[in-house]
């Protein structure tokens, strides 16, 4: 089974192409630009400025144009020298291109802006850039002398020089002027500027004193040679203005230069350095060295004395040895030689010779110069009394008796018959009255006999015989 179809065709225009737009002729108050027809249907132009009035305000393009080259300009602009834009856009049955826009200065076509160049005494220059809009050659007059070179042709470049030469005046001012050449908008343009050739101010040199001159306008300035100053380098700098030296050392200036007299004790090119006086090592025997100005101080150690700490102080010279001691000097001390029977470090002590308690037995010490005695009691005798006097030495005993040595005295052992102290008493062994009987006793050596008288006997006279 079909079904009948009415099908309607429709063209739909595209959306037309931007045009390329390019900057056109201007003055001070009107600015153009061209175009062309771009590939795409068009249907009118409109024209926007930046500021002004468009003119036209609207190009409506015709069934068959007779030319494909479009014109329209920006008037009544405000300011002259200013870049205004001109913009474009192309409409197609209410479509409309991208807007395309171009910027041009408000001045005379291929104006340029001249800047100061080089200067001489016989020449003036001035430099340039090409103008956006296109020149075809620059004409260039100068007030006085030649222009070099008249005239240049536009190429590639974007800067531009052209001077005025065979001045006949140094110092005087001068016009230079650049025609610029523009068929295409049928109009020639100018520009000019003031210069001033300059006077050589360094022929002859001001500079002094071996200054190099380097000449400006209408003035100049000196290289002055080192050590020199001024305007015209005939200024010696005083290198002694900072007042270099130190220390009280004495400034006198030179060509660039100075020189310090250092005062004693200083050294240096400004004296700024104390002369280590401690450098030669001058204290002896591990004296300490303290630099001063111009002089040193050596701290001594014990012993030594002097500047230089090279005199051994003589410890013996107050006579420090007592009692003939003999004194001998050695490193900050001495020693005393003392006589027998004295000690101590100055020999000031009588040695004791009791200390040691030399006396036995009691005996009492006296002490003496380098001795001592010993009193001894009673019963010893000896230097130190360690000798027990023997009483039994002179026999004092008699009649046989034995005898027995003691403490300072003696004893006696007396055989029978004897007694007393040395047994010097025969004992009366008749005071008993041994003999009986009457009998007539007689004292014997521990015995007695006794004489009985007739008629008795015995040992006693005890026995009756009758």
């Known amino acids: ?20 737009i390019s900057e056109g002729c201007s003055n001070n108050t009107v600015i153009s630009a061209t175009w062309t027809i771009p590939n795409s249907v068009v249907d009118t ?43 474009v856009v192309a409409i197609s049955n209410n479509k409309q291109s991208a807007i395309q826009t171009v910027g041009v200065h408000a001045w005379p076509a291929g104006v340029v802006n001249l800047t100061e160049g080089s200067a001489s005494t016989t020449s003036v220059s001035a430099n340039w850039t090409g103008p ?54 049928s109009t020639n343009t100018s520009s000019s500027i003031s210069l001033v050739s300059y006077v050589d101010d360094c022929n002859p040199s001001p500079c002094s004193n071996g200054g190099t001159c ?68 001058p204290c002896e025997n591990e004296g300490v060295c303290t630099d001063g100005l111009n002089t040193y101080t050596c701290a001594c150690v014990l012993g030594y004395t002097g500047t230089r700490c090279e005199t051994d102080i003589d410890n013996c010279s107050s006579d420090p040895c007592e009692n003939e001691g003999v004194c001998t000097d050695g490193l900050n001390t ?11 470090t100055r020999c000031e002590t009588d040695i004791d ?11 009492v010490c006296t002490d003496g110069l380098n001795t001592y005695t010993c009193a001894c009691v009673l ?21 046989e008796g034995v005898c027995t040595d003691g403490l300072n005295t003696y004893t006696c052992a007396c055989v029978l018959g004897s007694t007393g102290t040395r047994c010097e008493t025969d004992i009366d062994n008749c005071s008993s009255d041994p003999c009986e ?3 007539v006793c007689t004292d014997g050596l521990n015995t007695y006999n006794c004489a009985c008288v007739l008629g008795y006997t015995g040992t006693r006279c005890e026995t009756d015989y009758q």
């Open 1 to 20: 089974m079909f079904t009948n179809f009415n099908i309607c065709c429709f063209y739909i225009k595209p959306v037309p192409s931007a045009v390329n």
């Open 45 to 87: 132009f409109d024209i926007m400025c930046s500021a002004g009035t468009a003119s036209p305000a609207s190009i409506p393009l015709e069934s068959s144009p007779t030319s494909d080259t479009f014109t329209a300009s920006c008037t009544e602009l405000p300011t002259p020298g200013l870049e205004y834009n001109l913009s």
């Open 132 to 185: 956006k809009k296109a020149v075809e050659s620059f004409s260039i007059s100068c007030s006085h002398g030649d222009a070099s070179p008249a005239t240049i042709e536009v190429t590639s470049q974007s800067s531009y020089m052209a001077s005025c030469v065979n001045l006949p005046v140094p110092g005087d001012t001068y016009n230079i002027t650049v025609y610029s050449i523009v068929d295409s908008c």
């Open 214 to 281: 380097t000449d400006g306008v209408s003035s100049y300035t000196c290289n002055c040679a080192t050590g020199y100053t001024g305007m015209n380098c005939s200024t010696d700098i005083d290198n002694c203005s900072s007042d270099p030296c130190e220390n009280e050392g004495v400034c006198t200036d030179g060509l660039n230069t100075y020189t310090c007299a250092c005062v004693l004790g200083y050294t240096g090119t400004r004296c700024e350095t104390d002369i280590d006086n401690c450098s030669s090592d």
């Open 334 to 344: 001495y020693t005393c030689a003392c006589v027998l029977g004295y000690t101590g």
């Open 353 to 363: 010779n009791c200390s040691s308690d030399p006396c036995e037995n009691e005996g």
């Open 379 to 399: 019963g010893y005798t000896g230097t130190r009394c360690e000798t027990d006097i023997d009483n039994c030495s002179s026999d004092p005993c008699e009649n």
């Open 437 to 439: 009987n009457e009998g």
